[in-house]
C-alpha cells in the first residue's frame, strides 16, 4: 500500500490510529470502488455472512435453512447465499415490511415476525422436516426456538448474540442441550478476520452476484461524526434500514 491509499479496516472514532495488520485486517479500496461501497455492500457485514453461511454453515442443495435477523445487512446476505446454493430459505425479521422486503425482494420462501408470531411454533409448521443450517444473529429465545426445531445432523451458526448485547449480566445459554447431543447437531462460531485471505475472492463473488441481480443490499448512510453515538442506538433498536454508515467526507 502507498501513501494516500485508502483502506478499511476496524479503528476507533478517532482523527489516527496506529495499527498492526497482525491484529486487525487492513484492506486497500480499489480505486474505483467508492467508500461507502467498501464499507456496505462489499465490506465487513457482508463477508460475515458471506463466510458464515458458506465456510461454517455449509449448505447443501435443498437443505432448509434458516437465518434470523435477516433484514439485516448481514443476515440478508447469508440467506440471499443460502438461495444461490438452491436451499429453502426461511428470514426472521421484526416486522411485515422487512419480512415483505425478504419475501418479495430477496425471494426467501418464507418469512417470520418474531414480533407477532411465536417463533418456534411458526418453524415447526415451515420446517415439518426440521432445519438444516440455522444462522443466528441475535440469540436468547429465537435460538432456543431454533433448536427446538433442528434437523438430525443439523449446523447452527454462531455470529452475533445481538439480543443481550445491553445486558447487564451474561445470557442465559440454551436450555435444552440434550436435544443438541441427541440429534448430532452442531454449533460452531466463527470470526470474520479468521478467512482475511479469502477477501478478494468473497468480494469478487459477491460483486458478481450483485450484477447478476441475486444478491441485493440495503445501505442506511447518514451524516455526521457527531451524530455517531445516537446514529449507533440504532443498531439496537431496529430503526436502521440495512448497513449502518456514517459518512464523514464524500468521496
Known amino acids: 500500500m502507498l501513501l494516500g491509499d485508502r483502506v478499511s479496516t476496524r479503528a476507533g472514532w478517532q482523527d489516527y490510529e496506529i495499527l498492526s495488520t497482525d491484529l486487525v485486517p487492513v484492506g486497500k479500496i480499489p480505486d474505483e ?88 411454533e411458526e418453524l415447526r409448521q415451515l420446517c415439518p422436516d426440521g432445519i438444516n443450517v440455522y444462522y443466528d444473529n441475535v440469540g436468547g429465545d429465537i435460538l432456543q426456538a431454533a433448536i427446538e426445531n433442528m434437523a438430525v445432523k443439523g449446523r447452527i451458526v454462531l455470529c452475533g448474540q445481538i439480543s443481550s448485547y445491553n445486558d447487564d449480566k451474561p445470557p442465559e445459554g440454551p436450555r435444552n442441550m440434550m436435544r443438541l447431543i441427541y440429534g448430532s447437531i452442531t454449533m460452531q462460531g466463527f470470526l470474520t478476520r479468521n478467512y482475511t485471505d479469502n477477501f478478494p475472492s468473497a468480494i469478487s463473488n459477491l460483486k458478481t452476484w450483485h450484477e447478476q441481480g441475486k444478491v441485493l443490499f440495503k445501505e442506511d448512510v447518514r451524516e455526521g461524526f457527531e451524530n455517531l453515538p445516537l446514529i449507533y442506538r440504532a443498531l439496537f433498536d431496529g430503526s436502521n434500514d440495512g448497513v449502518l454508515l456514517v459518512q464523514i467526507n464524500s468521496d
Open 33 to 120: 470502488m467508492t467508500s461507502v461501497d467498501a464499507m456496505g455492500k462489499f465490506g465487513l457485514n457482508s463477508l460475515t455472512g458471506y463466510f458464515g453461511m458458506l465456510e461454517v454453515g455449509q449448505p447443501k442443495e435443498n437443505d432448509v435453512v434458516v437465518v434470523s435477523g435477516a433484514a439485516g445487512a448481514t443476515g440478508s446476505v447469508a440467506a440471499q447465499i443460502a438461495r444461490i446454493k438452491g436451499c429453502r430459505v426461511i428470514g426472521i425479521a421484526g416486522g411485515d415490511q422487512k419480512c415483505r422486503w425478504l419475501t418479495e425482494e430477496c425471494q426467501l420462501d418464507a418469512a417470520v415476525n418474531y414480533k407477532n408470531a411465536t417463533v418456534e
